[in-house]
């Protein structure tokens, strides 16, 4: 018999952005073996190109990263899907460096959880199965596949308008 918080987990996708290496594998290897589906990236460029090349139920996203930082990869990946109408993330952001500022940007855009590094593993995905839980709730997997399609759709549409050159 599963459960209810054995079928979220097992299906549940879920995105880490962070520049760590070590970090990202990590958390991908624990969160793959608690039956999430799993990717990642190394800066929030190569985030965003990863939201929009597909639908996530959690976006997790470290603040401080070289390139871009964290709070405004969400909110390049939010209006995205805003204008794209491919469903709507949650997002969790974890960091070293808690201020008050982040924390406050942060959860002006929705942030729906905030992690502070150093973090016990056991609490990390307490915190996830929590917000999985309600997103997937309100984008069930079987919908992940219909947005992923209007997605691609969206994108060989853009690539078609774009000029050739002659």
């Known amino acids: 018999?599963?459960?209810?918080?054995?079928?979220?987990?097992?299906?549940?996708?879920?995105?880490?952005?962070?520049?760590?290496?070590?970090?990202?594998?990590?958390?991908?290897?624990?969160?793959?073996?608690?039956?999430?589906?799993?990717?990642?990236?190394?800066?929030?460029?190569?985030?965003?190109?990863?939201?929009?090349?597909?639908?996530?139920?959690?976006?997790?996203?470290?603040?401080r990263m070289p390139g871009l930082d964290g709070i405004m990869t969400i909110r390049h990946i939010q209006n995205f899907q805003k204008k794209a109408g491919i469903g709507k993330s949650g997002f969790i952001v974890i960091t070293a460096y808690d201020t008050e500022e982040t924390r406050h940007n942060a959860f002006q855009l929705g942030v729906t959880d905030f992690l502070k590094k150093p973090f016990d593993l056991n609490k990390f995905r307490e915190v996830i199965e929590h917000n999985a839980e309600s997103v997937v709730e309100r984008t069930p997997v079987e919908e992940v596949a219909v947005l992923n399609e209007r997605l691609e759709r969206l994108i060989d549409t853009l690539h078609e308008e774009q000029p050739t050159e002659d």
């Open 1 to 63: 018999m599963t459960t209810a918080t054995e079928t979220t987990t097992s299906k549940a996708y879920i995105l880490v952005i962070d520049d760590d290496p070590l970090l990202t594998r990590t958390l991908k290897k624990a969160l793959e073996k608690q039956g999430y589906f799993v990717d990642t990236a190394q800066d929030g460029h190569e985030g965003i190109r990863k939201a929009k090349s597909g639908f996530f139920h959690l976006v997790l996203c470290d603040v």
